[in-house]
């Protein structure tokens, strides 16, 4: 049988009609932007989450940009962030005029660490951007506290992790999500929220996404118009309460390849201590990364590589891939994005599966 990357589908499948009812009530309603769908999500976002604000917007990339914004990072600042990891990450910091730093990143936990962000840190640094990478949250308390500098979290794939009991999205002084389809809350299009317990951040963010205005009479600040829509908070509030159930089924999914001697043909990362990891994608490493992955695909197993590329070699980073006149070498990043490789996970992920899964990898 062929196993599938992930799969979004099965566990939909009971709440269709649930999903149709909603948003033909929210049709029915005629409120499209910023009504009582978008209100309720980001309260039980906020709650789920563990913090006191929550606010929607157009998708995960503006996120990060305007929650860069409302710490008021302005062009030229410098953020420190970890070149393994999604474009969108360096991208969203590029795009405001703000300088991205990149730094290495910890060998087992694929995370940026105390360790890696030190040698990035200038006098302009002004912000760091923590990645939840994969669904393992880094270790962004330990970040603030050595360096004194607002860390964003950038917690896309992470909804559902948490690092000693503390969710993903409450562990930076600000925090990132993005439902797109994919992820592991996904709505049915784009959408993206920020999370922060911090009021006065709140607030700066409710009116950046609305073109910088509170009232939308007076516009105190140059914004963006990014909004979450009624639509997709109203098929997002059908979802969240299953979520944890979900992030459970790729744990298990997870403990069964472990259970089917996975450790055996590829190396395993590891979690810090007290991490719980939402498991957005598997990945594991092998130094023939490539080869393996072809083998596996021949056998039906959807493997794939990614951030094969990491971002301080893509072309439109070029201009911050150098540090002191010479290239950027980030060797734990190289390492990584040559050897990574994304086995299927999904909220239903089987042992079945992940048995053929490592006789794949046996064989390959
Ligand atoms: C998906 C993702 C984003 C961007 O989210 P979009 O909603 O696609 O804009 C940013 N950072 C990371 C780590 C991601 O995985």
Redesign the pocket.
């Known amino acids: 049988m062929p196993v599938p990357l992930f799969d979004t589908d099965t566990p939909l499948a009971d709440l269709r009609p649930t999903i149709l009812e909603r948003v033909s009530e929210v049709i029915r309603d005629g409120r499209f932007i910023l009504g009582p769908e978008v209100a309720a999500f980001e309260r039980e976002l906020a709650a789920y989450v563990g913090v006191d604000h929550a606010i929607g917007v157009g ?6 940009t305007i929650a860069a914004r409302a710490l008021g990072i302005e062009p030229g600042d410098e953020v420190v962030l970890p070149s393994y ?2 474009y ?2 360096a991208e ?1 910091i590029a795009a405001m005029g703000a300088i991205p730093v990149f730094c290495d990143v910890d060998r087992d936990t694929r995370n940026i660490t105390v360790e890696t962000v030190r040698p990035a840190l200038t006098p302009r640094t002004r912000a760091i951007v923590a ?1 939840d ?1 994969f669904g393992m949250p880094a270790e962004i308390p330990a970040i603030r506290a050595a360096f004194g500098l607002p860390v964003i979290e ?1 917690a ?2 992470a909804l559902g992790a948490d690092l000693d009991g503390v969710r993903a999205g409450a562990l930076g002084d600000i925090a ?1 999500f ?3 389809p994919s ?1 592991n809350l996904g709505a049915f299009g ?3 929220a920020i999370t922060t317990d911090d009021a006065e951040l709140a607030q700066r963010v409710r009116a950046l996404r609305f073109h910088g205005s509170r009232d939308k009479q007076t516009f105190d600040y140059v914004g963006y118009n990014s909004r979450l829509d009624e639509i997709q908070a109203a098929i997002l509030r059908v979802l969240l309460p299953h979520l944890d159930a979900w992030c459970d089924g790729r744990r298990a999914g997870v403990q069964a390849y472990l259970d089917a001697g996975i450790g055996a043909h590829v190396e395993l990362g590891g979690a810090p201590l007290g991490a719980t990891p939402a498991w ?1 994608l598997y990945v594991v490493t092998h130094p023939d990364a490539d080869a393996k992955l072809q083998r596996l695909n021949d056998a039906g197993v959807q493997a794939r590589a990614y951030y094969r590329v990491p971002l301080h070699r893509q072309p439109a980073m070029a201009p911050y891939a150098a540090r002191g006149g010479a290239a950027l070498e980030l060797p734990v990043t190289d390492e990584l994005a040559r050897t990574g490789l994304a086995l299927p996970i999904s909220p239903v992920f089987t042992r079945a599966q992940a048995d053929e899964v490592v006789a794949a990898l046996a064989a390959a």
């Open positions: 998708n995960g990339t503006d996120a990060i990891t999604f969108a990450t969203a990645v990478l950038d896309a794939q990132t993005s439902f797109y992820k784009d959408g993206g957005h």
